[in-house]
C-alpha cells in the first residue's frame, strides 16, 4: 500500500471584498503574474483592465459570420429563384431582391447567435470538467460570498514561498496551496 504524494498545483488566495479583489488583480499584473485569475460571485467593473486582458475578438467573430450569413442567404434566395426554379410572377423580375432581406436577416440571425455560443465557450475553454480549484472546500465559496486570486504553477514567477508571501503582502485574508489530490 503506497501512499500518493500531493502535488502543488498552485496558490489560492481569499479577499474581503471586490475592491480588494480588483486591487490584488493589479498588483499581481503590474508583479509580473500572467498565469493566474480572479474568482467572483459577481462581475466587477474594471476586472479585465487591472488584470490587463486583451479585448475579446468574439464579437468580430460573430460580425463576420454574419455578414458571411446574410450574403449565403441571399445567394441563396437568388440561385433557387433565378437559376433552379425560374418563375414569372405578376411580371417582377426573377430577381427581386426585395423580397429576400427578410429570409436572409433571418439566417444571419440565427447563424450569428450560433456563433456566439460556440465561440464564447471555445474561447473560454469550456465547457472544462476538471480543475485543481475544484478539490479545495474554501473555494466552493467562490460562487457565494468569496473573493479570490489563484496563480498556477505554470506561471513563470510561480515560487510557492515567494509567491506566498506576496499574497499575503497584497492583501489576502488567507493564502492555501492547492494540490493534485
Known amino acids: 500500500m503506497s501512499d500518493k504524494q500531493e502535488i502543488i498545483q498552485g496558490l489560492l488566495a481569499e479577499y474581503k471584498d471586490p475592491a480588494a479583489l480588483l486591487t490584488a488583480a493589479k498588483k499581481m499584473r503590474e508583479a509580473g503574474y500572467r498565469k493566474y485569475d480572479c474568482h467572483s460571485p459577481f462581475p466587477i467593473h474594471g476586472m479585465d483592465d487591472a488584470m490587463g486582458l486583451k479585448r475579446s475578438p468574439l464579437g468580430y467573430i460573430v460580425f463576420a459570420v454574419a455578414v458571411v450569413a446574410f450574403f449565403s442567404g441571399i445567394l441563396l434566395e437568388w440561385w433557387t429563384s433565378t437559376v433552379d426554379y425560374p418563375l414569372v410572377i405578376s ?21 450569428s447567435a450560433f456563433t456566439a455560443l460556440i465561440g464564447m465557450l471555445a474561447l473560454n475553454r469550456l465547457p472544462r470538467f476538471f ?51
Do not use: C, W
Open 131 to 181: 480543475h485543481h480549484l475544484f478539490h479545495s472546500r474554501t473555494f466552493e465559496r467562490a460562487m457565494d460570498d468569496g473573493f479570490f486570486v489563484s496563480i498556477e504553477t505554470d506561471d513563470p514567477k510561480f515560487d510557492l514561498q515567494v509567491s506566498k508571501n506576496f499574497l499575503l503582502e497584497i492583501g489576502a485574508k488567507n493564502v492555501e496551496a492547492v494540490t493534485s489530490e
Open 91 to 111: 411580371g417582377k423580375p426573377f430577381f427581386s431582391y426585395q423580397a429576400y432581406g427578410p429570409v436572409a436577416f433571418a439566417i444571419m440571425v440565427l447563424t
